[in-house]
Nanobody
Framework: QVQLVESGGGLVQAGGSLRLSCAVS????????NDWYRQAPGKQRELVAK???????DYPDSVKGRVTISRDNAKNMVYLQMNSLTPEDTAIYYC??????????????WGRGTQVTVST
């Protein structure tokens, strides 16, 4: 199992920056990807950034160039740096881990989320 705890959300003005943190614990060697998702009111949860076990990162076009995902393996932390924020970035941000099991299947683990609100 893997436990994920987000922090760093809050209220920020449009154009500002914010860094979210995710503390990861548990069976860390089994993690395939660490990701950040977000869900705005009335909308589906969407991927914001992904970092693979080997270090490769992926971003959807909607946020590419404005967000950076990183990982500190020594501290078991995953970060999401967000710049040039707009009100459209307002959402609950979730830390996610895709974890492989002994049987070769994959399980999803989620944190409880952290609220990000961008004001005009």
């Amino acid at each position: 199992q893997v436990q994920l705890v987000e922090s760093g959300g809050g209220l920020v003005q449009a154009g500002g920056s914010l860094r979210l943190s995710c503390a990861v614990s548990g069976n860390i060697p089994a993690i395939v990807t660490n990701d950040w998702y977000r869900q705005a009111p009335g909308k589906q949860r969407e991927l914001v950034a992904k970092i693979w076990r080997g270090g490769r990162v992926d971003y959807p076009d909607s946020v590419k160039g404005r967000v950076t995902i990183s990982r500190d393996n020594a501290k078991n932390m995953v970060y999401l740096q967000m710049n040039s924020l707009t009100p459209e970035d307002t959402a609950i941000y979730y830390c996610h881990a895709l974890v492989t099991t002994t049987w070769g299947t994959n399980n999803d683990y989620w944190g409880r989320g952290t609220q990000v609100t961008v004001s005009t």
